[in-house]
């Protein structure tokens, strides 16, 4: 019974009304396992940082590029540091599992359901840390971007929306395998693969012919060009995908793209979770 005096009180909600207090609890605890040492905040920027900051000035001295080169390269980071981040996420939901108090918070009476969205808001919150991070050294570092306030929106609206979907992935497989060693050998696929071939370093269209077609129905290649159109006035990662005249049709098309990913994988993650909590 230790663990469970450990565990967070929930708040009771009011019959009939609504209440956030239950999740903001929820939320509240996960931080406090996520992020108890600067560490576990900074490790997970060093890739990210590395290419933004050393391999895309090096790539536009080796390649002779112009600095349009460097902010592609150091914007296609973005692509790199979501994925990872919401992938480790999902490994403390297996700590939490194995070791944790999650058997206790789920005999809590509130819906299964908060504890996934719970575990969401924490990994998008530390995420939008790390990518204000991101932008702010590659600023410092020197590499330009040209956004307004529409671009910004965009920019945001694609982050979320994929930062969410991804979430959900790591939520689905973080229930779905038994073992943190199973679900480490599998981040490399789903979090590392899709980076290099969704127009991250190089425009789809470089890309063999077949894997062009397969790029194009990745989320992180919707979600990179929604990126580079609001930051970087770029839309040439649009017309690579829909190949349209019309640039707000083709950001709306891929913003519509990466928000149905987000739904999808934030559904079936608290269905699976809720199936696996019954087991």
């Known amino acids: 019974m230790t663990s469970l005096a450990n565990t967070a009180v929930l708040p009771q909600p009011r019959r009939g009304l609504p209440s956030l207090a239950p999740l ?3 939320a509240r605890r996960r931080l406090q396992l996520t992020a108890r040492t600067p560490r576990e905040l900074v490790v997970p920027l060093l890739t990210p940082v590395m290419f933004a900051l050393v391999i895309a000035p090096a790539l536009k001295q080796a390649l002779h590029t112009d600095g349009h080169y460097e902010s ?9 540091l979501i ?9 403390g939901v297996i700590v939490d599992r194995e070791h944790g108090a999650q058997r206790e ?92 071939l969704a127009g991250s370093l190089f425009p789809i269209d470089a890309l063999p012919s077949g894997l062009d077609w397969f790029a194009k129905v990745l989320p992180l290649t919707h979600g990179l060009a929604l990126m580079r159109y609001g930051l970087l006035d770029d839309s040439s990662g649009l017309h690579a995908i829909w190949r349209m005249h019309s640039t707000t049709t083709m ?8 928000a149905a990913f987000a739904t999808v994988l934030t559904a079936v993650s608290i269905r699976v979770f809720t199936r696996s909590a019954v087991r």
């Open 105 to 196: 918070l789920l005999a809590a009476p509130v819906p299964r359901a908060l504890l996934v969205l719970g575990n969401l808001l924490v990994a998008l919150a530390v995420t939008g840390l790390q990518l204000a991070v991101l932008i702010g050294a590659a600023l410092a570092r020197g590499i330009h971007f040209s956004a307004s306030t529409a671009g910004v929106v965009w920019f945001v609206a694609a982050a979320l929306l994929f930062a969410i979907g991804m979430y959900g992935v790591a939520e689905t497989l973080a229930n779905r395998v038994p073992k943190q060693e199973e679900y480490i050998a599998r981040v490399p696929a789903i979090a590392i693969l899709p980076w290099f």
């Open 251 to 258: 950001a709306a098309l891929s913003l519509a793209v990466v």
């Open 72 to 80: 592609y390269v150091a914007l296609g980071t973005v692509g790199l």
């Open 83 to 91: 994925p990872l981040n919401t992938m480790f996420a999902g490994l």
């Open 24 to 26: 903001v609890t929820l």
